[in-house]
């Protein structure tokens, strides 16, 4: 029941991001890198609490990975930004997503922790595809191969030739490694 409900909303949230943003990959980013920033401070925030309330040690190295997806995300964030500037559509979206998002998500890790890492688990997965679209698009011609943000070239110790692709792949190694931790937190959960 609980990979089936993950695995569902994954489709879904995929289906809505696919049918509004399309090959609007620079948009997409913007708008799924806030969205994304919101679980890991969640999680971080409900482990630290149940270490609170249950009196135990032993949740430390969860909490600071957690933490550290939520800082990485909103580092990604901050790097599209500098690629492409949302609409005013877009940004009233990220305000409303951030509301019903972080509402959903602190209520599902309460209920189950193990479902909702799973979810993580699987929109990262998501993300990795995305990301490997945008990166094909370069590749293709289709999207101009620009110079990387300089907060992305000093944040991954990039050449400073380097350019959005190199920054992409980095982004996307990213996206993996959540993708695993929260595969590995849900599997010990
Ligand atoms: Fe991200
Ligand atoms: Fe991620």
Redesign the pocket.
């Known amino acids: 029941m609980s990979d089936f409900f993950a695995k569902s909303m994954t489709k879904f949230f995929r289906f809505t991001a696919d049918t509004f943003f399309r090959q609007r990959y620079g948009h997409r980013a913007v708008v799924l890198?806030n969205v994304?920033a919101v679980p890991?401070m969640i999680a971080g925030m409900l482990t630290h609490f149940a270490s609170l309330r249950t009196l135990k040690r032993g949740y430390g190295t969860k909490i600071h990975a957690m933490l550290e997806?939520a800082e990485?995300?909103r580092k990604?964030l901050i790097f599209v930004l500098h690629i492409t500037k949302p609409t005013t559509f877009e940004k009233i979206i990220i305000t409303v997503a951030q509301i019903l998002f972080s509402a959903f998500y602190f209520v599902l890790f309460l209920v189950s922790s193990k479902t909702a890492h799973r979810m993580?688990g699987y929109?990262?997965e998501e993300?990795v595809i995305s990301y490997t679209d945008y990166i094909q698009q370069i590749d293709d011609g289709k999207i101009e191969n620009i110079s990387a943000p300089q907060p992305a070239i000093e944040y991954y110790s990039l050449p400073p030739t380097a350019t959005l692709r190199d920054m992409l792949v980095c982004i996307r190694r990213?996206?993996a490694?959540?993708?695993a931790a929260n595969h590995h937190y849900a599997d010990i959960s």
Request: no cysteine.
């Open positions: 890198e994304a890991g997806e990485n995300e990604h993580i929109f990262e993300a990213d996206e490694g959540h993708s």
